[in-house]
């Protein structure tokens, strides 16, 4: 049974769901934008059995404190000091690392403060390679590189309800609309539409490039630690191209690559699919056929 909980991060209230017995290995979910641990929920069920899951929201997202800019940084490097802070403070030694999206960044930068915990990776439409960012990107990449008041002011036009509804089907067939359930936009838009907010995930925006500063870094990471690595991505996702998801393979040659007839957000439509492979990965690449791991 998934619950339901909130634990104190420097004076913030992080909100993450957690099922499954401590006794099984861990799982940290870490979510991108704009969803939240919400975007796991159909996982965690999945997988509850055998593995231990947690998934917690960052500061600003979901039911996390959404504290004010002047008294909190919103930047990815903030973000990996909370959620490191938060493992510890919620008690998880080590961890099998799902990154999604903006939890890629931040999970490579926990990676990178304490390698020695990360047992093993699954990547799903996360991006660590500069060839898998796609045009998409080119209006962001105008605001790096000019950070004017005028490109700010381009970014904010699709966040809204209808481009945060195009974060889930965009690019995926009309075959599978139908299978997306509305609750993912809305609760998204729900929390993005409080005051302020817009200005934070504009702020967000603004700091990813920080992102594709560390991508070396990562990479070193990848080839000095080569940890068991699953990678499973949706081939519609307009914005992280399967490119990406192939670069892996140069710093992991051993990485498992799954392309999936699915979207950015591959759980909505493939999560049953998903939580198999990551089943079979785990056990036969990372636990050596542990009950803990039988399907």
Request: hydrophobic fraction near 40%.
């Given at each position: 049974?998934?619950?339901?909980?909130?634990?104190?991060?420097?004076?913030?209230?992080?909100?993450?769901?957690?099922?499954?017995?401590?006794?099984?290995?861990t799982?940290?979910l870490l979510?991108g934008?704009?969803?939240?641990?919400?975007?796991?929920?159909?996982?965690?069920?999945?997988?509850?059995?055998?593995?231990?899951?947690?998934?917690?929201?960052?500061?600003?997202?979901?039911?996390?404190?959404?504290?004010?800019?002047?008294?909190?940084?919103?930047?990815?490097?903030?973000?990996a000091n909370v959620?490191?802070?938060?493992?510890?403070?919620?008690g998880?030694?080590?961890y099998?690392?799902?990154?999604?999206?903006?939890?890629?960044?931040?999970g490579?930068?926990?990676?990178?403060?304490?390698?020695?915990?990360?047992?093993?990776?699954?990547?799903?439409?996360?991006?660590?390679?500069?060839?898998?960012?796609?045009s998409?990107?080119?209006?962001?990449?105008t605001?790096?590189?000019?950070?004017?008041?005028?490109n700010?002011?381009?970014?904010?036009?699709?966040?809204?309800?209808?481009?945060?509804?195009?974060?889930?089907?965009?690019?995926?067939?009309?075959?599978?609309?139908?299978?997306?359930s509305?609750?993912?936009?809305?609760?998204?838009?729900?929390?993005?539409?409080?005051?302020?907010?817009?200005?934070?995930?504009?702020?967000?925006?603004?700091?990813y490039k920080t992102?594709?500063?560390?991508?070396s870094q990562?990479?070193?990471?990848?080839?000095?630690?080569?940890?068991?690595?699953?990678?499973?991505?949706?081939?519609?996702?307009?914005?992280?191209?399967?490119?990406?998801?192939?670069?892996?393979?140069?710093d992991?040659?051993?990485?498992?690559?799954?392309?999936?007839d699915?979207?950015?957000?591959?759980?909505?439509?493939?999560?049953?699919?998903i939580a198999?492979?990551?089943?079979?990965?785990?056990?036969?690449?990372?636990?050596?056929?542990?009950?803990?791991c039988?399907?």
């Open positions: 049974m998934t619950t339901y909980n909130i634990t104190t991060v420097d004076d913030l209230n992080i909100f993450y769901r957690e099922a499954g017995s401590r006794a099984n290995p799982i940290l979510h934008f704009p969803s939240s641990s919400f975007m796991y929920r159909n996982l965690i069920d999945a997988l509850a059995d055998k593995f231990h899951l947690v998934a917690p929201d960052y500061p600003g997202f979901g039911y996390s404190s959404f504290p004010d800019a002047k008294q909190f940084s919103y930047t990815f490097a903030n973000y959620v490191d802070t938060f493992t510890r403070a919620v998880l030694e080590n099998i690392l799902y990154l999604q999206d903006y939890g890629a960044p931040i490579f930068r926990l990676a990178l403060l304490g390698p020695e915990r990360v047992t093993a990776l699954i990547v799903q439409n996360g991006n660590a390679y500069e060839e898998g960012l796609s998409e990107w080119e209006p962001i990449k605001y790096w590189r000019e950070p004017t008041s005028v700010r002011a381009k970014l904010r036009d699709w966040l809204n309800s209808d481009g945060i509804r195009l974060q889930y089907v965009a690019g995926v067939p009309d075959t599978q609309i139908t299978m997306f509305p609750d993912t936009w809305t609760l998204d838009w729900e929390f993005l539409a409080r005051p302020g907010n817009i200005e934070v995930q504009l702020d967000l925006f603004g700091d992102n594709i500063a560390m991508y990562f990479q070193a990471f990848f080839r000095a630690h080569r940890p068991p690595t699953l990678i499973v991505w949706g081939k519609y996702d307009p914005f992280f191209m399967v490119l990406g998801a192939e670069a892996y393979r140069r992991l040659p051993s990485a498992e690559l799954h392309v999936l699915a979207g950015h957000f591959a759980l909505e439509t493939h999560a049953s699919q198999g492979l990551i089943r079979e990965f785990l056990k036969t690449k990372v636990f050596g056929g542990s009950v803990l039988n399907a």
